[in-house]
């Protein structure tokens, strides 16, 4: 079977994820919370995984920050 379109453009970015990186997303200027260390890694991992056009599922322990990560990205 030979991807073609989308699919091949998404084969693409998959076989060669860093050509989809993007320089590490710092703390958002207009967010008045402070982003924790743990938090900026999972809004740099929310990152890359849209610039492939995948979706995501950001999980962890209840109460570590995931809605502002979000709101972040």
């Known amino acids: ?6 699919l091949q ?5 998959l076989a060669d994820p860093e050509s989809a990186a993007q320089q590490p997303i710092g ?3 207009a967010l008045t919370a402070t982003l ?3 938090q900026l890694r999972g809004l740099n ?9 995948l979706g995501a599922c950001l999980a962890d322990d209840m109460g570590l920050g995931k809605t502002i990560t979000l709101i972040a990205l």
Request: cysteine-free; aromatic content about 12%.
């Open 1 to 6: 079977v030979a991807a073609t379109g989308w």
């Open 36 to 38: 924790r260390d743990y």
């Open 9 to 13: 453009r998404l084969r693409d970015r």
């Open 27 to 29: 703390q958002p200027e």
């Open 45 to 53: 991992w929310l990152n890359t995984m849209t610039s492939l056009g």
